[in-house]
């Protein structure tokens, strides 16, 4: 959950270094550190507690400049945030090491080291790492051999970047469980956590394989496999332009993200849907070159495994697969699934769901799974990912990459892409071809929906002004529109810190009323799903009780029987079944307008990171 960026080349790396740390910066952002090899094969390391404008602020007043360098932007697992425990670490002024993830054998090695006479200026685990390649450098006399070296005692996951003062023009990249991208330029070559952070000096990557260890020069770039062989790994292009994650005229990048949503969903249909028809190759081909029904047309339930604002369009998903394709479903999160003895019904199709496809516990479940299956699909936003290199099928959800931490644009397409999913096994199971152009029509009808709620979002900001000094609210909803009420009180724990629960609104009275006074807001939502009568029973409950209600309601909704203290904004009318992916914006933009009005860091938020990639 950190960002790594690295480079070697014939020119000053630092301004690349220090860019590419700012395009990672949402990865982490409590801290940050330089490191170069000076022209006198000296390491010249900065580093400072807080974001990247305090390590550049620090960079103009210091002379730092070198051929080769790493850097690195940090999300704190072990240590506190401190100019101590900030990447890069260094051992004895020869190695210096920037990595992602943790080792967690870091105490035992870390008592060995002790014994061995090393000294420990931190509380990190990337320390004993550092410490472990200097031990076997001064053994071997060669960087290489002693990085393979110091892997092989590691436990855990590890992406990392290293350089020596003893190998100038060096740089040894490795991963296992983190990902970690080698740049490809002319007589120079780059590495991070994200091919985001290189888009302005390079488009062509290589994405290192689990156990990977590449040895990086200016003049040459050769990668040995887990086995020590050494292996050839395919450059691919990245579409991307560099100014993809550039905020643009808006204010955050949560902001811009949410208001691409409508050309998001256009571009996960496009060339998918024929005729009214999904094509069953929007799920890619299986690994031994096989159409995707080879998969599809066995599955007899779906397994989804996921974490987040992704558990959360699983949860969808699972009324979607239930309702529409008579499909049996059970969500799970990723975290508890992968440490509990579980139950696989035979053919069961496995879904997992990540934006970046490098979640550490979806990962793992994953893993362990594919010893009891071959039928999985990856629902995911980054093609080149563990996640979709990990599965026989891929659903991409080309949502283009997303900055801000909390999720929004990601979110919508990964339900899109959920629905297309029960559009290929309804068909397979008698759902009508009537029915599948109605639902791929709705779902082609939603971006001008959307466009309509971005045009008139003051009543939204209104709404927040009420918020700005409150710390608790519940979110109530029925049917498909319980996640999405989830989901919002997500997005408002993540970006304004306003503890919030979310329930399902007929549970209410099974004891969260309890709760309910007139310093307790209820976010309610309410489509024309056939609940809207149950729901508005439970408004009245709330409201017989003192509670203020805030109702996102479908704008056929009749509300005239509501008194009290129930304020109502309607939202386009949509089609029930795709109630979830419309009714999600405007909780999106209720949470950053409250955070926005509380003062809060709405891309970056506190304690977060966009990547969880450590468990």
């Not at 550190?33 to 390491?43: R, T, Y």
């Not at 009420?485 to 306003?498: C, N, Q, R, T």
Request: charged share 25%; glycine share 8%; with cysteine.
């Amino acid at each position: 959950m950190c960002g790594i960026v690295g480079a070697v080349a014939e020119r000053n790396v630092t301004p690349i270094l220090l860019e590419g740390l700012r395009r990672l910066e949402y990865r982490g952002y409590d801290s940050a550190g330089i490191a170069v090899l000076d022209e006198d094969n000296n390491i010249s390391r900065v580093r400072r507690v807080g974001k990247v404008q305090e390590l550049a602020a620090a960079l103009e007043k210091t002379e730092v400049r070198g051929k080769l360098g790493v850097a690195h932007t940090r999300w704190a697992t072990h240590g506190e945030p401190s100019e101590q425990n900030a990447h890069p670490h260094i051992c004895n002024r020869s190695v210096a090491i920037v990595h992602n993830g943790i080792i967690e054998n870091h105490s035992a090695l870390r008592e060995l080291q002790s014994k061995e006479g090393f000294t420990f200026t931190s509380q990190t685990d990337t320390e004993v790492a550092v410490h472990q390649i200097e031990h076997y450098l001064k053994q071997q006399g060669d960087l290489l051999a002693a990085v393979r070296l110091a892997v092989a005692d590691f436990e855990g996951a590890y992406a990392l970047g290293v350089m020596s003062s003893t190998e100038n023009g060096q740089l040894i990249a490795t991963r296992r469980g983190s990902p970690l991208v080698i740049g490809v330029g002319i007589g120079e070559y780059f590495i991070a956590s994200d091919a985001a952070a290189l888009l302005p000096v390079t488009r062509r990557f290589i994405y290192l394989e689990e156990g990977d260890i590449a040895d990086i020069r200016t003049d040459s770039l050769v990668i040995y496999n887990d086995k020590g062989e050494v292996v050839e790994r395919d450059i691919k292009e990245s579409e991307l332009s560099a100014d993809a994650t550039a905020k643009g005229e808006y204010r955050h990048f949560m902001l811009k993200e949410i208001h691409e949503q409508p050309s998001c969903l256009i571009d996960i249909l496009e060339g998918r849907v024929v005729d009214g028809q999904l094509l069953d190759s929007a799920f890619g081909m299986t690994s031994d070159g096989k159409g995707a029904e080879k998969i599809l047309d066995q599955v007899k339930a779906v397994q989804i495994i996921a974490c987040g604002t992704s558990y959360h369009a699983g949860l969808v998903a699972r009324y979607w697969l239930e309702a529409i394709a008579g499909v049996p479903c059970r969500v799970e999160v990723a975290s508890e699934y992968r440490y509990r003895k579980t139950v696989l019904m035979d053919d069961t199709l496995v879904v997992t769901i990540s934006q970046s496809g490098e979640t550490a516990d979806t990962l793992a479940a994953l893993r362990a799974l594919k010893k009891k299956t071959s039928l999985t699909l990856a629902v995911c936003n980054v093609p080149e990912s563990s996640l979709v290199r990990e599965s026989e099928l891929k659903l991409m959800t080309r949502a283009g990459p997303e900055i801000g931490v909390a999720s929004t644009k990601a979110f919508t397409t990964q339900l899109i892409a959920l629905l297309m999913l029960v559009v290929a096994l309804g068909k397979r199971r008698g759902l009508t071809a009537d029915k599948i152009k109605s639902l791929l029509r709705d779902a082609q009808a939603l971006p001008q929906l959307i466009e309509k709620v971005l045009h008139d979002i003051h009543a939204i900001d209104h709404w927040a002004e009420d918020f700005t000094d409150l710390h608790n609210a519940i979110f109530i909803g029925r049917g498909t529109l319980y996640p999405i009420a989830l989901e919002g009180a997500l997005k408002l724990k993540e970006i304004s810190y306003i503890h919030a629960d979310a329930y399902p609104a007929g549970e209410l009275k099974h004891g969260p009323i309890a709760l309910i006074d007139q310093d307790l807001p209820t976010i309610a939502i309410a489509s024309m799903d056939g609940y809207e009568g149950k729901i508005k029973s439970n408004i009245q409950e709330i409201l017989a009780r003192g509670g203020r209600v805030y109702l996102f309601a479908d704008e056929r909704m009749d509300v005239s029987d509501l008194g009290g203290d129930c304020r109502v904004l309607k939202v386009p009318a949509v089609d029930a079944e795709l109630a979830p992916v419309l009714f999600a914006v405007p909780l999106q933009l209720f949470s950053y307008f409250v955070a926005v009005r509380k003062g809060t860091d709405v891309d970056q938020p506190r304690n977060l990171a966009k990547s969880v990639t450590v468990e």
